[in-house]
Every structure is written in C-alpha cells, then in structure tokens.
C-alpha cells in the first residue's frame, strides 16, 4: 500500500484502499437494499396475505447481521465510531494525545482479537455440519463477517491513526 503523491504534507489513499473502500459501500449498500425489499415483501406478506415464511425471516437476519457489520467497518474508515472523548478531558493537556493512542491501542487489540477467533469460528464451520434450520444455509455464511469486519476495523484504525483519511487529505501534522 503505497500512498499517492502528497499535496501539502497530507498522505492520499493508495488505489489499493481506494478500490476496497467502493467495495465496502458497494456491497453495504446492495445488502441493505436486498433487506429491505426482503423485509417489505415479509411483512406484506404476513399482514395482507396472512403468510409468512421462516427461510426469509433466516435470510433477513442474516443479512441484517452483515449490513450492521459491513456499517461498523465503513463507520471505522470515517472515524465515526462512538468514543468517550470526555473521558480525554479529564487529563491533563500533554497526556490527552497519549490516552488516546492508549485508547486506540486496546481498540485495535480488541478489533484483532475479535477478528482472530472470528477466523477460527468460521474455519470451524466451514465444513457445513452447523446449517440454519429453515434454509439449510452453512452457518460459515453468518460467521464470515466477523473476521472481515473486524479485520478492516483494525486496518481502518492503524491507518486512521498513522495519518490515512477516507475521503479527504489530512496534513501529517494533524494525524
């Protein structure tokens, strides 16, 4: 990942990160449109027609988990993620800077753990004795997006913090 000529001191996204962060709206979005219409066509279904199905509501769940996961990560690349910056107040002024390193530091641990044994759950399921009941669907499919949400909350972090800004140049000096 290397970074596009800087303008000014600020550092560019490489190609690379650009190309993965379309991906990542892309496919949050076209999951969220594919819920919605799910979940409208679900409920008209059961409340004009009196009908419901258990394989959509699995489906629906399903991809509900992954358009909340899919939004952590892009939440992350925009630094949007909630954090408790009274909490930085309560330092003195030169350790403030330090706290919230010390701060993203346990955020990234926690982000690789998750990430880790989100790899280890899915490899574990990845030979398909674990189905939904309705659908018959692997639970592979449900698990995978821990360690892909988690793993680009973690990149999204380090690059956060080592000065790479979605969306708009940073200068250096700022990060």
């Given at each position: 990942m290397t970074a596009a000529p800087a303008v000014g001191g600020a550092r560019r996204p490489s190609l690379l990160l650009r190309h993965l962060d379309r991906a990542e709206e892309y496919l949050g979005v076209a999951l969220l449109v594919v819920l919605g219409v799910?979940?409208?066509?679900?409920?008209?279904?059961?409340?004009?027609?009196?009908?419901?199905?258990?394989?959509?509501e699995e489906i629906i769940r399903m991809l509900f988990i992954w358009v909340?996961?899919?939004g952590a990560a892009a939440a992350m690349r925009r630094n949007l993620h909630i954090r408790v910056e009274a909490g930085l107040l309560l330092f003195p002024r030169p350790l403030r800077s330090l706290a919230g390193w010390f701060g993203d530091l346990l955020l990234f641990a926690f982000c690789l753990a998750v990430a880790w044994y989100g790899l280890e759950l899915v490899?574990?399921?990845a030979d398909g004795s674990f189905r939904l009941q309705s659908?018959?669907?692997?639970m592979f499919w449900?698990?995978?997006?821990?360690?892909?949400?988690?793993g680009l909350?973690?990149?999204?972090?380090a690059l956060?913090?080592?000065g790479w800004r979605a969306d708009q140049p940073v200068h250096i000096e700022q990060a």
């Open positions: 799910m979940l409208t066509a679900q409920v008209s279904m059961r409340f004009v027609l009196g009908l419901g199905y258990s394989w959509m909340i996961f899919i490899i574990s399921s659908t018959g669907v692997s449900p698990y995978l997006i821990l360690p892909i949400s988690f909350q973690a990149l999204r972090l956060w913090r080592f």
